[in-house]
């Protein structure tokens, strides 16, 4: 007979792991559209001598901050460790009160990749043969090694003599990392749907292959009492098989009264 609180154990194990299996193709499949809509050009302005942003830190954690771009290539002819294009170009950073903050809130970079190997704007460059480059950097409080004094809420305007461009870098990493975190999720689901998954088939089969002491059926006697019966039937005399049962046996004359007899033989013939 089946162990029945083991089934109803892997019953529920097994709802369980299909139910996270179903999560787990919703979150993932959600993961996998989120980053596959990811457009980086939805996150770069179009040219413009003028660009103004207001300085948001949404997860508290620091600003990638925003990219400049020219259009250009990344060529260092001339082997100065700059990259060409940008050589001779600025770009100036404004506060809402109109003040130059471009010293505290920005740097100017265009640094080449062919002579400067530890670092260079092309590194970080998400579309280095799109024809633009990147050469200077407003509000990337996140880097470690320049001190960007730049304040939350705060309106920068960002203009330069020729026309640029403006990459929102934290935006953008923030956007990748939503749909990230949805496929850890699904992973993590995954890994708990197989475990939960596994434990119910385990418990399914044991509780098949094992069960408690069956109960007796209906109008079936136990042993103990068939043995208390036979006893008591043993009690009764049992006659030997093949043997007569025996007669109680009289004698002629033992219960005759003598003086009842006559003692001259009377014969029938005298009448």
Not at 5 to 30: D, E, K, M, R, Y
Not at 199 to 222: C, D, N, Q, S
Not at 255 to 264: F, K, L, N
Request: with cysteine; hydrophobic share 35%; charged share 20%.
């Amino acid at each position: 007979m089946a162990n029945k609180s083991l089934l109803i154990a892997g019953g529920v194990c097994v709802v369980l792991a299909l139910a996270s299996f179903g999560i787990v193709w919703s979150t993932g499949s959600n993961g996998i559209d989120e980053l596959e809509s990811i457009d980086i050009n939805d996150y770069i302005t179009d040219p413009n001598t003028s660009h103004t942003f207001t300085f948001i830190d949404e997860d508290g954690a620091g600003s990638f901050g925003l990219y400049i771009l020219m259009d250009g290539t990344y060529d260092d002819v001339d082997e100065d460790g700059k990259t060409d294009v940008c050589q001779d170009v600025v770009f100036k950073v404004t506060d809402s009160q109109g003040v130059d903050v471009t010293e505290d809130a920005s740097q100017l970079t265009c640094l080449a990749s062919d002579v400067n190997s530890e670092f260079s704007d092309e590194m970080l460059d998400e579309l280095p043969d799109d024809g633009r480059v990147i050469f200077g950097y407003v509000c990337a409080t996140i880097d470690s090694e320049v001190e960007y004094k730049c304040n939350i809420g705060e309106n920068y305007t960002i203009s330069s003599e020729v026309s640029i461009y403006v990459f929102n870098a934290d935006e953008y990493d923030l956007a990748f990392l939503g749909g990230f975190e949805q496929l850890i999720g699904s992973g993590l689901f995954a890994i708990a749907g197989s475990c939960c998954c596994g434990l119910g088939g385990i418990l399914l089969l044991v509780g098949l292959l094992t069960g408690g002491k069956p109960a007796p059926m209906i109008g079936h006697m136990p042993q103990q009492g068939m043995a208390s019966g036979m006893q008591m039937q043993t009690q009764t005399p049992v006659q030997p098989i093949g043997e007569m049962p025996q007669q109680q046996q009289y004698e002629v004359g033992t219960d005759i009264d003598s003086s009842s007899v006559a003692d001259t033989p009377v014969s029938v013939w005298d009448n």
